[in-house]
Each structure stands twice: as C-alpha cells, then as structure tokens.
C-alpha cells in the first residue's frame, strides 16, 4: 500500500501530468494499493474546482481510506518538535500525513520535498517514494 499525497493525486488526475507520478498512482490503483487519509482528501477538495467533483469521487471510491487517529495528533506534534528542533518547518498537513504513515508503516507516494527533507532527519521511520 502506498499513502498517496495531495501532490501525486494532482498531477495524477491533471490531463498532462507528469508520466511518472500519474504511471505510480495507476500501479497503486490497478493494484488496490492506493490509500489516502483525511488530511489529504481535505486537501484535494479545498484546493478543487466544483468541476473536478466526479474525479474526486473516483479517488475516494477506488483507494483505501486510512483514518487519522487520535493518536495521530500526539505524533505529528512529536514530529514538529523533532523536526523544528532540527531546523525544519514543514507545512502541519504534511507533518499529520506523516504521522498516519508512520503509524500504518508505508511510503508516502508524492511530489513533494517536504517529505524527503522529513525522511533525512527521520531516517527510515518515513519511507517516502518521490514521484
């Protein structure tokens, strides 16, 4: 299973988009492999337009939806500190996906370098695949 990211579904659902990111998210599709959690779908449906609604459906319908947990919240705050004490500010979605990750031991699928620079001070508790 891989945590898609907001990143890697945008790019994915763009008509153009970058062949890798969209050649990932089809593999973790066509494979029931592709999850996301609910900092991400909130994301993607404040960032959309009302006419990308039926695309965002199908992300919901055709992925698994991992629940962001209350203990999720303890995480992502522990990340913050670890990662602000080593000069990091990552934006808090990022740091909550991060947490969920963690906590169900998968990559996070994305096009994003905030989750590299947290994998290089978390070392491999965050496994990223960069897109």
Known sequence: MGLVDTSAWVEFLRRKG???AKAAVARLLATEQAAYTCPIRFELLSGASPAAG???ELVSRFSQHV???QEDWTEAAALERKLRAKGLTPPRNDL???AVAI???VPVVCR???FEAMRQVLGTQL???QV
């Open 18 to 20: 970058e062949a890798k």
């Open 54 to 56: 039926p695309d965002l």
């Open 67 to 69: 629940p962001f947990e």
């Open 96 to 98: 909550f996906v991060a």
């Open 103 to 105: 906590r169900v031991e």
């Open 112 to 114: 994003d370098a905030h």
């Open 127 to 129: 496994q990223v695949e």
